[in-house]
């Protein structure tokens, strides 16, 4: 619970900052729990090895990711989405994940600036969660320069 009170601070605080930065520079990061088990296609390694089936969110995050132009990447955990958020070229995040990595990426990703977006577990926690497309629109627009 303290962990959401966190989360939406620190989004205020985000907004607050009205940090813009180029497209090129926005890391999308997205947790490998969106990959639908069932799929056979190694996202993680490369989101353009997603076929667009629609079985879960990451199709629809590959188009944002084109349609932006930002970075886009699925990591296994927190010391992963840390090395990328603490990359050179990364100047701000926006970050999907459960409540608990959003902390970490927030703390370990400071001070940049990030929107972070809780995912949805239909089917409990790790495992199949979603993401409000809408929502991550709403946070690359909120970060990109125009
Ligand atoms: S949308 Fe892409 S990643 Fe998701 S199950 Fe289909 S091929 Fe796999």
Same mark, same amino acid.
């Given at each position: 619970?303290?962990?959401?009170?966190?989360?939406?601070?620190?989004?205020?605080?985000?907004?607050?900052? &009205? !940090?813009?930065?180029?497209?090129?520079?926005?890391?999308?990061?997205?947790?490998? @729990?969106?990959?639908?088990?069932?799929?056979? &296609?190694?996202?993680?390694?490369?989101?353009? +090895? @997603?076929?667009?089936?629609?079985?879960?969110?990451?199709?629809? $995050?590959?188009?944002?990711?084109?349609?932006?132009?930002?970075?886009?990447? /699925? %990591?296994?955990?927190?010391?992963?989405? !840390? $090395?990328?958020? &603490?990359?050179?070229?990364?100047?701000?995040?926006?970050?999907?994940?459960?409540?608990? +990595? $959003?902390? +970490?990426?927030?703390?370990? !990703?400071?001070?940049?600036? %990030?929107?972070?977006?809780?995912?949805?577990?239909? +089917?409990?926690?790790?495992?199949?969660?979603?993401?409000?497309?809408?929502?991550?629109?709403?946070? /690359?627009?909120?970060? /990109?320069?125009?």
């Amino acid at each position: 619970m303290w962990r959401r009170v966190f989360i939406r601070l620190s989004n205020r605080v985000t907004a607050w900052r &009205q !940090a813009r930065v180029p497209a090129r520079n926005l890391l999308l990061l997205l947790p490998h @729990c969106l990959h639908n088990d069932t799929c056979r &296609q190694n996202v993680v390694r490369n989101l353009d +090895e @997603c076929l667009h089936c629609g079985k879960c969110s990451i199709s629809d $995050l590959v188009k944002v990711r084109n349609d932006y132009g930002v970075i886009g990447c /699925i %990591v296994g955990g927190g010391s992963q989405a !840390a $090395l990328q958020a &603490q990359r050179e070229d990364v100047k701000a995040v926006v970050a999907v994940a459960c409540d608990r +990595e $959003l902390f +970490e990426g927030i703390v370990s !990703a400071f001070p940049k600036p %990030v929107v972070a977006i809780s995912n949805e577990t239909p +089917e409990g926690p790790c495992h199949n969660t979603k993401v409000d497309i809408n929502k991550v629109k709403v946070a /690359i627009e909120s970060l /990109i320069e125009k």
